[in-house]
């Protein structure tokens, strides 16, 4: 088992940034791939970004395309930021981290999960 923490969530105005951190401990080992999903009230989990450890590659979901970006701390291996810029209101959500064997983008194929931060866009 993988556990995740995430941290870096809060109220920001629109067009504003903020970092998300996602670090992993555990049974790393098991999981090639990080990666970021978002829950708004009323709404399915939606996928954000993932970071593939293997390739170094990248994936985003098409609403945050050019406006966010997933990273890997080359120092502290087991962990992933996202950071968001150019902030809008319907990004707000609670911000989950997640962890697999391989990049996936459906939250229902997802079995390790964080346990969540708010990010509040104000308008």
């Known amino acids: 088992q993988v556990q995740l923490v995430e941290s870096g969530g809060g109220l920001v105005q629109a067009g504003g940034s903020l970092r998300l951190s996602c670090a992993a401990s555990?049974?790393?080992?098991?999981?090639?791939?990080l990666g970021w999903f978002r829950q708004a009230p009323g709404k399915e989990r939606e996928f954000v970004a993932a970071?593939?450890?293997?390739?170094?590659?990248?994936?985003y979901g098409d609403s945050v395309k050019g406006r966010f970006t997933i990273s890997r701390d080359n120092a502290a291996k087991n962990t992933v930021y996202l950071q968001m810029n150019s902030l809008k209101p319907e990004d707000t959500a609670v911000y989950y981290c997640?962890?697999?064997?391989?990049?996936?983008?459906?939250?229902?194929?997802?079995?390790?999960w964080g346990q969540g931060t708010q990010v509040t866009v104000s308008s």
């Open positions: 997640a962890a697999a064997s391989t990049v996936i983008t459906s939250a229902a194929a997802i079995s390790n």
């Open positions: 555990g049974r790393t080992f098991s999981s090639s791939a």
């Open positions: 970071f593939n450890w293997a390739g170094g590659r990248t994936y």
